[in-house]
């Protein structure tokens, strides 16, 4: 089935179920979402060609002379085999042009459905994906500070995101659920996702197991023959730098490629620690890593979607801390974007990234580095697009709606500059002449809803306003925004008998198993 008919066929099933489902689906309210960006503006790239033919070379002779570990995957190293690697031990060695070779059967964009087919995402080509953090152990807030993340965490989180206009996709694990065994939290964050947004969301990758209880609710969700026809998650799959493959990470990649779900094959780089302190030795490192890992999926399924990704931080060779929003990790997150295009993958990186404790101006000004360098990297899957505070170890809530406020100007930048009769505004220059001004003059009535890009969260107001209304900081307006948006929720329409499903399929699998929090 195409594409096209792809939504047509989601928006039957949705309404399936009976009067139940209709009673839901009329009194449900639309939360308005922006389409995902579509750039029409170019790409920065700092590489000449000649580095790039360099860089690549060089990471041919990493993948054939030195290799890449598959630790504890015996299947994987059978695999590897037959395709052609030479396996000694762990190690896979890589002939030159093998993983290339390979990796070419990977679609270069696909299409990940959401329940409501009006948030349906296109991931690669010119599209930017915004998505929020993800993993975070711990959640902050104005009023209860730093502390471990819970389910109702959690849940407030992936309503704020539903609730966000510039936000087009859910996420994964928004933050970490530590009051829930670890063994099953995977199962209520995936319900939570379903439940509670109508937007794409992720699937679980912390055992292969989950990934496949991540299919297996989706298939209630969608349908199980949608479900493999369909891409219906994208994942997060995360390469121990330097070279090494896990089989925790693998074999929850062979459980979505297997299936035909997306996943992005991410080196975890933080530079001086888990690659050289260098631009150029870094991006040798992270291709040969891609290489590899996407070969390895087109092995398990050729064809099946996945995603070039990058997460890249260096190293405060002091402390020992990382940093983010540096001119270091923007020459990389620059050069990855060029050396995927190449390879012809859609590409994910950057994010709001700051080292701040708090959501500060250290926060802000590291955030806005990193959030800009992705949109110009041409970056196509945004994760940790909004709440990410202290180096991922934070979920913030204010600074997650700040972030998402921001993502406008990502919107908006991206459109470029319009040389359409309207935008040259010959007109109004001409109406106005020497020594007037455009407030009143008919171009500027027409236009001025949607000239400029106005925040939802700052204040603009004079100063005597702002002082009679208490001179709130950013922080204090991002708190009642949380708060506003939270009491304003409505739960997307979602077919009762599904969702009575999707319960007991949690209910089960919970009490079929003891807890486990190690």
């Not at 990704?309 to 060029?338: C, K, L, R």
């Not at 994910?348 to 926060?363: E, Y």
Request: charged share 20%; proline share 5%.
């Amino acid at each position: 089935m195409s594409d096209a008919a792809a939504p047509a066929r989601a928006g039957r099933r949705g309404r399936g179920g009976g009067g139940a489902a209709r009673r839901a689906e009329r009194t449900a309210v639309s939360v308005e979402t922006a389409k995902y960006i579509e750039r029409n503006i170019p790409n920065y790239e700092v590489l000449t060609e000649e580095a790039l033919d360099v860089i690549e070379a060089n990471a041919e002779t990493v993948l054939a002379e030195i290799g890449v570990a598959f630790v504890d995957n015996p299947v994987a190293l059978e695999r590897w085999k037959a395709a052609g690697a030479q396996v000694d031990g762990e190690r896979v060695r890589i002939p030159r042009g093998l993983a290339r070779k390979l990796c070419s059967t990977a679609p270069s964009e696909y299409t990940q459905h959401a329940r409501n087919p009006e948030r349906n995402v296109v991931v690669g080509g010119k599209n930017l994906v915004l998505a929020p953090v993800y993993g975070p152990p711990f959640v902050r807030d104005a009023e209860g500070g730093r502390r471990y993340a819970t389910m109702a965490d959690f849940e407030k989180f992936v309503k704020l995101g539903y609730m966000s206009k510039w936000l087009h996709h859910s996420g994964g694990t928004v933050c970490e659920p530590t009051d829930v065994a670890v063994n099953k939290r995977h199962l209520d964050m995936l319900l939570t996702h379903m439940v509670y947004s109508d937007k794409p969301f992720m699937g679980s990758v912390t055992e292969p197991s989950r990934a496949q209880d991540s299919i297996e609710m989706c298939e209630i969700l969608f349908g199980k023959d949608f479900v493999q026809d369909h891409t219906v998650m994208t994942s997060l799959i995360n390469i121990n730098s330097p070279l090494t493959f896990d089989s925790i990470m693998m074999g929850a990649l062979e459980v979505f490629a297997k299936n035909n779900q997306a996943s992005i094959i991410s080196p975890f780089i933080v530079g001086g620690a888990m690659a050289p302190v260098s631009v150029a030795g870094t991006l040798t490192q992270v291709l040969a890593e891609v290489l590899a890992g996407v070969a390895y999926s087109q092995i398990i399924r050729p064809g099946s979607p996945v995603v070039m990704g990058t997460f890249v931080t260096s190293i405060d060779m002091n402390s020992g801390a990382p940093t983010f929003g540096t001119p270091e990790a923007s020459h990389i997150t620059y050069g990855a974007g060029q050396l995927a295009r190449r390879l012809g993958l859609p590409y994910r990186s950057a994010g709001s990234f700051c080292g701040s404790k708090l959501p500060d101006a250290q926060a802000a000004y590291e955030t806005a580095n990193s959030l800009n360098m992705g949109l110009l990297a041409g970056v196509n899957f945004m994760l940790h697009s909004c709440g990410w505070l202290e180096g991922g170890l934070v979920a913030s809530f204010e600074k997650f709606v700040m972030d998402a406020d921001m993502l406008g100007t990502l919107h908006h930048f991206a459109q470029g500059v319009d040389m359409s009769e309207n935008g040259q505004a010959m007109g109004a220059i001409e109406e106005v002449g020497p020594g007037g001004h455009y407030l009143g003059c008919e171009h500027t009535q027409a236009n001025f809803k949607t000239a400029f890009w106005r925040s939802d969260l700052f204040d603009y107001k004079p100063f005597e306003t702002w002082d009679e209304e208490g001179a709130r900081d950013t922080q204090t307006l991002a708190t009642a925004r949380v708060a506003k948006l939270l009491e304003t929720y409505q739960q997307p329409k979602l077919d009762p008998e599904i969702e009575t499903r999707l319960r007991a399929y949690v209910t089960e699998k919970k009490a079929s198993m003891p807890d486990a929090f190690g």
